[in-house]
């Protein structure tokens, strides 16, 4: 009997079993479909998203969203699959959704076990062979088949196999990076991978004692003097550097950069021109000039972040009187709470990151069907490939995407 085997138990590889299944059936081909997870269960990863919750796609899925060496490969690969298609996907698998914030889609029951269930009943309902705690160590070409060596064990051929064993983020979840080796086995090159959605760390003291305050405001990624580029929302403070989705997003941006001075400028104030907070500050010197500096921003920004901002100006000691501020003083205050600067050293490891930028460019393959242009009959899809999207859901509906496509081309030409 043939046999498409999906490397990758994931969110991509579980619906590329799915999707090859279902055609298999549709065409009344016979074939056997096997998943290899190397975990104990499939889909520890999709149980962890969203908190959770599972933010499985966004109401907004373009490229602008996504980061890639391809950008028109990106696109073909995305069309047709929008977020009404995957939501369509999992109504036929038993899934209610619900829009949330920012155009997230979460399972209507908040839980990420609801995805689960659906996907798991619906590889026992197609017949897919599920096999854990097995681990693609090598993979070759053997005639028409593909020859997947284990870590411990015999090898299993197949005509038809997909590589969906994810990225390098998240190890705990399985993904180890070893999907890269796989690929390379087979002809694939690989873009420089690195971390993504994933905090920053910076140099010097300051964010030492911010340590724990959560704002909202501005955050803009530079390169020397270019500004890169910009995002809103919750910006989290931690004795390491910057978090928060803010920061994540930014991220994305900073790895592929290496090499590059990276700054973060935080604006604490985006509501206000610097010419306004300017004139605040001019009339609180003047509203209490006997005061001492430590309560000349009482009501504005977090106290500490105040301080800081203080401090990055250059007003030390804070037990001066608000008077004793030059107007020069007062307008490098106004600076530093619209552009209170932290330069960038790196970012955390894997462990911390969401997902992997860079991979196998997509130009390696055959973005309406997934399929390798280097070795026929090999499909790639997921993290794996040179696409990383923002928080909100991006990411997963890639997974999605891809490994639909993936599934549905292998069975379809076998």
């Known amino acids: 009997m043939k046999r498409i085997a999906i490397i990758g138990g994931g969110a991509s590889g579980i619906v590329a079993a799915i999707q090859a299944a279902q055609m298999l059936a549709d065409r009344g081909k016979t074939a056997e479909v096997v998943l290899l997870e190397r975990m104990p269960r499939i889909g520890k990863k999709i149980l962890a998203t969203g908190n959770g919750r599972c ?11 996504y980061r890639t060496g391809d950008v028109r490969s990106l696109e073909s690969a995305l069309q047709g699959f929008g977020a009404q298609e995957i939501l369509d996907y999992f109504k036929r698998l038993g899934l209610w959704c619900a829009e949330r914030e920012g155009g997230r889609i979460y399972p209507l029951s908040n839980q990420a076990s609801s995805v689960m269930d659906v996907l798991l009943a619906a590889l026992d309902r197609q017949g897919v062979k599920v096999i854990c705690n097995w681990q693609a160590e090598k993979i070759s070409r053997r005639g028409d088949k593909f020859l997947i060596q284990p870590a411990a064990g015999q090898p299993l051929s197949a005509e038809r196999v997909i590589i969906a064993a994810g990225g390098h983020a998240a190890p705990t979840f399985g993904t180890d990076g070893a999907g890269f080796a796989l690929a390379k086995m087979l002809g694939h090159s690989v873009s420089a991978f690195y971390p993504a959605l994933v905090p920053l760390k910076t140099a010097g003291e300051l964010t030492k004692g911010l340590k724990g305050i959560r704002a909202m405001g501005s955050a803009s990624l530079w390169a020397g003097g270019s500004h890169i580029a910009q995002q809103e929302g919750e910006i989290q403070f931690a004795e390491y550097g910057l978090s928060g989705i803010p920061i994540m997003q930014l991220s994305n941006v900073a790895g592929t950069l290496p090499g ?5 400028k935080l604006d604490l104030v985006p509501q206000m021109e610097q010419a306004a907070v300017m004139s605040e500050i001019r009339c609180r010197v003047k509203m209490s000039p006997s005061e001492s500096l430590e309560t000349l921003l009482n009501g504005t920004v977090h106290k500490r972040l105040g301080y800081a901002a203080m401090k990055a100006a250059g007003l030390a000691p804070l037990s001066r009187e608000n008077r004793s ?27 911390q990151a969401q997902s992997t930028g860079g991979g196998v460019p997509l ?19 997921g993290e794996l490939l040179d696409a990383v999207g923002e928080c909100g859901g991006f990411n997963l509906h890639w997974a999605w995407a891809t490994g639909v496509r993936a599934g549905m081309a292998a069975a379809n030409n076998l």
Do not use: Y
């Open 55 to 65: 933010n499985l796609t966004n109401s907004d899925i373009n490229s602008a969203h």
């Open 260 to 264: 590059k001075k990276l700054t973060i």
């Open 325 to 351: 501020l030059s107007l020069q003083e007062q307008e490098k205050l106004a600076t530093a709470l619209k552009e209170m600067c932290f330069p960038i050293t790196g970012t955390l490891g894997w462990a």
């Open 363 to 381: 130009s390696e393959v055959n973005p309406r069907t997934m399929e390798s242009k280097k070795a026929p009959g090999l499909f790639l899809s």
